[in-house]
Structures are given as C-alpha cells and as structure tokens.
C-alpha cells in the first residue's frame, strides 16, 4: 500500500482503509490466541509481502491495562523496503472505561506547542516499548520511532479504539519527522482544540473511519474539552440487518471490517 499526499473524508481510498483494518485485526487476532503471551507470532493468513520486524507493548496503566501486555506490532513492506506500517489493536473493557472515566487533559510534551492530550492515552502512549519479534531489546516506543523516522521511512500508522488514540499520538510525533499517514477505526477525542489543529497541521494525510451509532468516536466529548481529529469519514452499521444493535456491536472492529468489505454507496 502507497502513502496518499491528503487526507479528507471524501477522498479515502476504501481498498487501503480495508486493508489497514485488516492489519488491525491480526494485531487482535495475535492477541487473542494467547493474551498472556508478549511474542505472539502472525496469524497464518498475515500479507506474505510484508514482515513483523518488532513487537510492542505496553506497561501497566491505570483503568486500561494491570499488567504488561502486547499491544501491536511494527511491520516492513518486502517490496519496497521503505514502507513501514506501526498497528495498534484496542482492548477489550473500552466500554467500562467510557463508564467509569473521569476524563483529563495533560500537556503533550512530545511535540512542541501541540496542546493537551487525554491523561490515560498519554500515559499509555507513554508507556509504550518495541521489542524484538522474540521479546529482546525493550527500547522506549520514542526512541524505536525515532529511528524509524530518522531512517527515511514512509510510514503508516493504524489503530482501533484505544489503538486509533495511540496511532493518533504517534501519528503526530511521526509527521514531524517523515511521512506519514494514519488510518483510524472508532478512535475516541485524543486531545483539546489545540492538539487537533496541531495534529491535522501535520498529517496530511489522516483517515479517520467512524460508524455514526459507535459512541466511542464521540467521547470524551466537547464538554470536557476534547475535539475530534479531523472531519472523519462515517459508516453506518444501522444499514446492515445482520450487524448487531448494541453498544459492543456498534463499535467492535469486526462490524467496521465487514462494513469496509461490504460498501454501500
């Protein structure tokens, strides 16, 4: 898949958003088999033309994570060894958090003069670490990003959930140093008005998929101060009679698959 130059709600390409929800999903899926495990390998049916190079983690958090688990991974092109793709999944109690959050703005030191961010996605991002593919050499996410950006990598950012909140984090951070786009499937509010507009500055190219009932895109919401990043383009699972109608149906990144598989004009 080919970086785009921009990024607006009408102009997303449906085959590459298919495709980075798809890389999401094996994220998900390496989980799953096995959630304890911090060195899943990809799932059989992972692209043959592209390879997991790095594993990432994430560090306890408070209300997302209680103990180190594996959160995604980072991934080369075999083809054009320039393209580099850094996938987030979500978790699985998002809809707890909606609940029982109190939500807060912190300053996002990453990037200069970038506004303020939400405390529990900061601190998750903060916590993040790239390991090798068999759980050696643990580096901050910051320094692994770094030298990928400083390599010259094209690079792709993708996200669900809590993962579209970190890929929107990242995205940022990477956008000041290289190329980048970012792909984000029911990514909640990041950060206040001033991230936003410093976030949408720097990625061009930002594609954010939200499905119009999904509560998650909405929240935190205006009233704490939390903007969404960019216009975003809606789906919309109330036009599926086989997708479920509640909450955890409206947002699982298995309704945003078969929605981007099965479009309706």
């Not at 959630?35 to 049916?45: C, E, I, Y």
Request: charged content about 15%; hydrophobic content about 40%; glycine content about 8%.
């Amino acid at each position: 898949m080919s970086s785009s130059s921009a990024g607006t709600a009408t102009d997303i390409n449906w085959t590459e958003a298919l495709f980075w929800c798809n890389m999401v999903n094996w994220a998900y899926e390496m989980y799953d088999a096995c959630p304890s495990n911090l060195t899943p390998k990809p799932p059989a049916d992972f692209p043959v033309d592209w390879e997991i190079e790095s594993l990432l983690i994430v560090h306890p958090v408070v209300v997302f994570f209680t103990e180190t688990k594996f959160i995604g991974y980072i991934a080369r092109s075999k083809t054009d060894p320039t393209l580099v793709a850094i996938i987030f999944r979500g978790t699985k109690t998002e809809l707890e958090w909606v609940l029982d959050a109190e939500f807060g703005l912190v300053n996002f030191c990453e990037v200069p003069n970038a506004g303020e961010t939400e405390v529990g996605f900061t601190e998750c991002y903060r916590s993040l670490y790239g390991t090798n593919t068999d759980g050696s050499n643990e580096t901050p996410f910051a320094d692994v990003l770094a030298q990928l950006t400083s390599s010259g990598a094209r690079v792709t950012i993708a996200g669900h959930s809590l993962g579209g909140a970190l890929a929107i984090l990242a995205g940022i951070c990477s956008a000041n140093s290289t190329q980048t786009e970012v792909f984000t499937y029911a990514a909640p509010m990041a950060g206040d008005s001033a991230f936003s507009a410093a976030y949408c500055q720097s990625v061009s190219a930002n594609y954010r998929v939200y499905n119009e009932p999904d509560i998650v895109p909405k929240l935190p919401g205006e009233l704490f101060g939390f903007v969404q990043e960019g216009p975003g383009t809606p789906l919309n699972s109330l036009d599926y009679p086989t997708i479920g109608h509640s909450l955890k149906d409206y947002h699982s990144i298995s309704t945003y698959l078969y929605m981007l598989e099965h479009p309706i004009s």
